[in-house]
């Protein structure tokens, strides 16, 4: 009998075109397809470094929507709880094809697919079996019905008992600075795990990373993960506070930090271990221009993280 998923992660899925190497977007002719969006990305990245996995989204019922799921599919990622939209495309969006990965592509989910998911595209069983959910407020931020979706998913998890994991994703946000807090703010104490960028919390609580972190571990919250992009990441506990710097490589990409450090965390490893796994899965991720290129297997994640230890190239070998 299949073993359900371990982690369920919900999500945009994005196709990503990726213009030919060397050449500015506005000139390229030749692209070559990836798979983007964030909840999609630390599926690929969880089920690559061996957990099992399921994503939960929605795309449309067009050629984009085939390749995403096949892509995830691929990686090993269970996507039977994903839902097919007759009525609104797949998501694409355009990138320049050089590493270093150092910006969020354009998002192009108004009116997509990825937007109309909603609370019956959540069935009761859809995180049967699991031990942890993973969120993120760039979904609630698409839609009223994608923010009533993410509610939904965590009343479940809930219920469920089980650990949920939040990632504010403000950056991708609308530019009303309420706006994005409004939606993602109420989220963030319902988590029992924040990732989050130090300038996220700022923008959402109003207070520093480290007040806002210290207010949420009054609550709910048992830790709060507060990434400093190409400088360092801080975990932020009851116990205390323990402190990883970034590996000497360009920044990495959200959501391949985020697994990384998951992946940490599913397999019970000590905090500061999961802050390095997690630097080093990013600091891969970051040679490529793709959000899922680069991510590693646990193999290829344990040679970088050692080979970054010892002040070394972390390429996949």
């Not at 039977?80 to 355009?94: E, I, N």
């Not at 990138?95 to 937007?115: F, I, M, V, W, Y």
């Not at 992946?263 to 600091?283: P, T």
Request: charged share 20%; proline share 7%.
């Amino acid at each position: 009998m299949q073993q359900g998923p371990e982690v369920v992660t919900c999500g945009a899925a994005t196709l990503l075109m990726l213009a030919e190497p060397g050449v500015p977007l506005d000139r390229a002719a030749h692209f070559r397809r990836s798979l983007g969006g964030e909840g999609a990305a630390v599926a690929a990245g969880l089920a690559r470094l061996g957990h099992r996995t399921r994503w939960i989204g929605r795309v449309g019922a067009d050629p984009a929507g085939d390749i995403v799921l096949r892509e995830l599919r691929a990686d090993g990622v269970d996507t039977g709880y994903a839902t097919r939209d007759p009525h609104a495309a797949t998501a694409v969006a355009l990138r320049e094809g050089d590493p270093p990965h150092r910006a969020d592509p354009p998002r192009h989910h108004a009116g997509s697919a990825a937007a109309r998911l909603a609370p019956r595209h959540i069935p009761p069983d859809a995180l049967a079996g699991a031990r942890l959910l993973h969120l993120s407020g760039a979904t609630a931020m698409l839609s009223a019905d994608a923010a009533d979706a993410t509610w939904r998913l965590l009343t479940l998890a809930h219920e469920a008992g089980l650990t949920v994991s939040f990632d504010p994703g403000a950056r991708h946000g609308p530019d009303d600075a309420e706006a994005r807090t409004r939606t993602v703010a109420p989220l963030l104490a319902e988590a029992d795990l924040v990732i989050a960028d130090a300038a996220e919390l700022a923008l959402l609580t109003g207070v520093s990373a480290d007040d806002a972190a210290d207010d949420l571990l009054s609550g709910r919250t048992r830790a709060v993960i507060v990434r400093r992009p190409g400088t360092s990441a801080t975990a932020v506990l009851r116990s205390g506070r323990l402190t990883h710097p970034a590996f000497p490589v360009p920044a990495g990409a959200g959501p391949a930090f985020v697994a990384g450090y998951l992946s940490g965390w599913l397999r019970d490893v000590a905090v500061d271990q999961a802050l390095a796994e997690a630097a080093a899965v990013s600091a891969l991720a970051a040679r490529t221009a793709g959000e899922t290129d680069g991510l590693p297997t646990a193999a290829g994640r344990d040679r970088a993280l050692d080979a970054l230890r010892r002040g070394e190239d972390p390429a996949h070998r």
